[in-house]
């Protein structure tokens, strides 16, 4: 089935650590996009990809990097967590043929 | 760049009753406007949306409005259910080669029995 794809689902780490958010579309979409989220609160976007080895910084400052070698795959990484960090990662691709943006589920990340 | 602002930031109904959340933009250049909703725990889902060259668009109990003379957009939800309870997301981007969607700070709306 056509989706998107998050792992880890649930992270806690320490501070320091690096860390890698996977992400993985299988609905043939070129765009993709990072967005932080607090539960039920504004979602600000962090980074996005318009195809292969694009990649633009959001409209969100922040600490994490991501790359784009394949088309399906989307992962961002923190070098090193801090608590800061803690909060719902939430990706998303969107087509071009349709404006619609599909979520993935999110990865929780607590940062001790 | 796009800027949307989203009201109010919370809602409270009597099941059966409408609820209207409205949003303006500042890019007249945009035009694609989706609402998605959010259920706790769970991943934003588009639920509507219209494009510029349409005034209004219903599906059930759900209806979307645009005025592109003065830059807003509402959502309409008619005869609500407890399980229209969640955050309401808009959003607004330009076609063309900007896919950024650039999202309102979302409204909590509970559905009281």
């Known amino acids: 089935e056509a989706d998107i794809y998050q792992t880890p689902r649930y992270l806690v780490i320490g501070t320091g650590k690096k860390i890698t958010l996977e992400c993985s579309q299988t609905m043939g979409h070129d765009k993709m996009y990072w967005y932080q989220q607090d539960p039920g609160m504004e979602l600000h976007l962090i980074h996005y990809?318009?195809?292969?080895?694009?990649?633009e910084k959001g409209d969100l400052s922040s600490e994490s990097t991501v790359s784009r070698i394949r088309t399906e795959h989307f992962p961002l990484t923190l070098e090193s967590a801090r608590p800061s960090h803690t909060s719902q990662y939430l990706c998303?691709?969107?087509?071009?043929?349709?404006?619609?943006?599909?979520f993935g589920p999110g990865t929780r990340l607590t940062v001790l | 760049g796009e800027n949307v602002e989203q009201h109010p930031s919370t809602l409270s109904v009597q099941e059966g009753d409408s609820a209207v959340i409205k949003c303006t933009y500042s890019d007249s250049a945009s035009n694609y406007f989706p609402w998605y909703k959010q259920e706790l725990g769970k991943r934003p889902q588009l639920i509507i949306d219209?494009?510029?060259?349409?005034g209004e668009k219903k599906d059930q109990r759900i209806a979307v409005t645009l005025n592109k003379t003065a830059k807003h957009f509402s959502l309409h939800i008619t005869e609500t259910q407890p399980e229209d309870s969640a955050v309401y997301f808009c959003?607004?981007?330009?076609?063309?080669?900007?896919?950024?969607?650039?999202f309102g700070k979302g409204t909590l709306l509970t559905v009281n029995p």
């Open positions: 990809s318009y195809g292969v080895n694009s990649t």
């Open positions: 219209i494009r510029s060259n349409v």
């Open positions: 998303a691709s969107r087509g071009t043929q349709h404006n619609e943006q599909f």
């Open positions: 959003a607004a981007s330009q076609g063309g080669s900007n896919y950024k969607l650039t």
